[in-house]
């Protein structure tokens, strides 16, 4: 199974990755947080990408081709993969596109998560991820048990820096510029579907599964 998540800041990729990624058993690659573990850890990469990160614009596309074809050539890709936030510009696309067809595969399908910007701000400003294990929360809509605390690994829970509110808005007009145009490279393709990403989280999800399946026929 070959899946991409398209969709703006906050629409919920990585939410519903987690969950998509669980189910086929396939792993869940965020160029975002590949970007983020960098910066954490001050590698070379982490360096380079830290300025356009915190300011909400776009990794030149050099940067972002050359870490997921080094993710991607990992085993655990065998049987598939959901790529969350990449690709990104319609360079990215053409060049994953050749990737592909170098490798005689091809994708089963492009999801789209569709949110009002309005919508987005509050839910980046209300968010919080965990320092250790990237797990998402929200501090009204989807709040950890213990204050502070991730649920999942105990690791303390932090706001992103790319999530205050001027960043957010400039991260939303990227959005419109450089990564709207996939929707149409993708419809064209014949692999897009939308779903309302402002419903519950679960129902996002329902609606998910059920695009895959008629789509790859299970
Ligand atoms: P990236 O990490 O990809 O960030 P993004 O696209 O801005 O998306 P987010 O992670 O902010 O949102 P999300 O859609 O995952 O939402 P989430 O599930 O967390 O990229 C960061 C930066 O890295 C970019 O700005 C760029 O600089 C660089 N970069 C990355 N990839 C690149 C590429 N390919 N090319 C160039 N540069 C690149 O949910 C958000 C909040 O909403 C959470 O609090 C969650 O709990 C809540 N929520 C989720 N779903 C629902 C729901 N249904 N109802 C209510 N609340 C919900
Ligand atoms: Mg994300
Ligand atoms: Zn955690």
Not at 23 to 39: H, K, L, N, V, W
Request: hydrophobic share 40%; net charge neutral; aromatic share 6%.
């Amino acid at each position: 199974m070959r899946l991409i998540l398209l969709g703006p800041p906050g629409a919920g990729k990585g939410t519903q990755a987690a969950r998509i990624s669980a189910e086929f058993m396939i792993p869940s690659i965020s160029t975002g947080d590949m970007f983020r573990e960098a910066i954490k850890k001050q590698t070379l990469l982490g360096k380079q990408v830290e300025q356009y990160i915190s300011r909400g614009e776009l990794v030149p596309d050099e940067l972002v081709l050359g870490i997921v074809a080094e993710r991607l050539a990992q085993p655990d890709t065998a049987n598939g993969f959901l790529l969350d936030g990449f690709p990104r510009t319609v360079p990215q696309a053409e060049a994953f596109d050749r990737y592909l067809a170098e490798k005689g595969q091809s994708l089963n399908a492009v999801i789209e998560l569709a949110v009002d910007p309005e919508i987005l701000v509050t839910r980046l400003s209300g968010r919080r991820v965990c320092q250790n294990c990237g797990a998402v929360y929200h501090i009204v809509t989807k709040k950890e048990k213990q204050t502070g605390v991730c649920d999942l690994c105990q690791g303390q829970l932090i706001q992103r820096e790319d999530d205050y509110e001027a960043t957010v808005r400039n991260r939303l007009a990227v959005y419109t510029r450089q990564t709207l145009p996939l929707i149409r490279y993708y419809q064209e393709a014949g692999l897009l579907f939308r779903v309302d990403g402002t419903q519950p989280i679960s129902v996002v999800y329902q609606e998910i599964m059920t695009g895959i399946r008629e789509r790859v026929g299970q």
